[in-house]
């Protein structure tokens, strides 16, 4: 089984739709990392959790929110859905800051 | 703001030939990550490199990294098709930037076979 794993895979949606990404992680980490990729670009940085307790925003944040439900748990939110969100969503976990992160499937989301 | 920009943005060789891609940021780093990322799928840690580090390798990957002139480059040596694939570099600074990985726009590697 796949140690990080998104739901869903693949979502479309109309302008001005909530939309929520889920992320669960079986490494028993305690940072994660919600990331968006558009297409020929990197990876950029919505929001990271160092631990249940500690959120904190990236380097696009503006329009998403997240929650951290337990450790192995870390939700991406869109409050209200607009077309320029439409990208490919990752979640990441890693086990302290300096070592390497391990990536989920990705979520496909595509704002109409 | 990208702190990684990779070069060259596609390489295209034949199977058996060497890869090498460069990358090269702004900021100094605590280290240096590569991923690889096979088309729409998640990313792939390949090699960390930390700062005080100079050369690593792992199986036919080689990465080099030179603080000085804050570039690094990775040497795929005896390429395969199954190699086919983006690379990203990752850097990871310290101050306001510690934890966080910021990536360069990758390197898009086709090897034909």
């Known amino acids: 089984d796949a140690d990080v794993t998104q739901t869903p895979r693949n979502r479309i949606t109309k302008t001005g739709k909530r939309i929520m990404l889920e992320c669960s992680q079986t490494?028993?980490?305690?940072?994660m990392y919600w990331y968006r990729q558009d297409p020929g670009l990197g990876l950029r940085l919505i929001y990271y959790?160092?631990?249940?307790?500690?959120?904190n925003k990236g380097e696009i944040s503006d329009g998403y929110s997240v929650s951290r439900q337990a450790q192995a748990k870390f939700s991406l939110s869109l409050e209200s859905a607009i077309p320029n969100q439409t990208a490919l969503y990752f979640c990441?976990?890693?086990?302290?800051?300096?070592?390497?992160?391990?990536f989920g499937p990705g979520t496909r989301l595509t704002v109409l | 703001s990208q702190q990684g920009e990779e070069d060259p943005q596609a390489l295209s060789i034949q199977e058996g030939e060497n890869a090498t891609m460069n990358c090269s940021y702004k900021t100094s780093i605590n280290n240096l990550q590569w991923y690889r990322q096979n088309s729409g799928r998640g990313l792939v840690h390949l090699i960390l490199?930390?700062?005080?580090?100079r050369e690593k390798h792992s199986g036919r990957l080689r990465v080099t990294l030179d603080t000085s002139k804050k570039s690094s480059s990775l040497l795929i040596t005896a390429s395969r098709a199954a190699d086919t694939a983006s690379y990203f570099c990752a850097t990871e600074s310290g101050g306001t930037s510690y934890g966080k990985l910021t990536f360069g726009q990758g390197t898009i590697l086709t090897v034909h076979p």
């Open positions: 990441a976990t890693s086990e302290a800051f300096g070592n390497e992160q391990f």
């Open positions: 490199i930390r700062s005080n580090e």
């Open positions: 959790s160092f631990d249940v307790k500690d959120i």
């Open positions: 490494k028993g980490h305690d940072r």
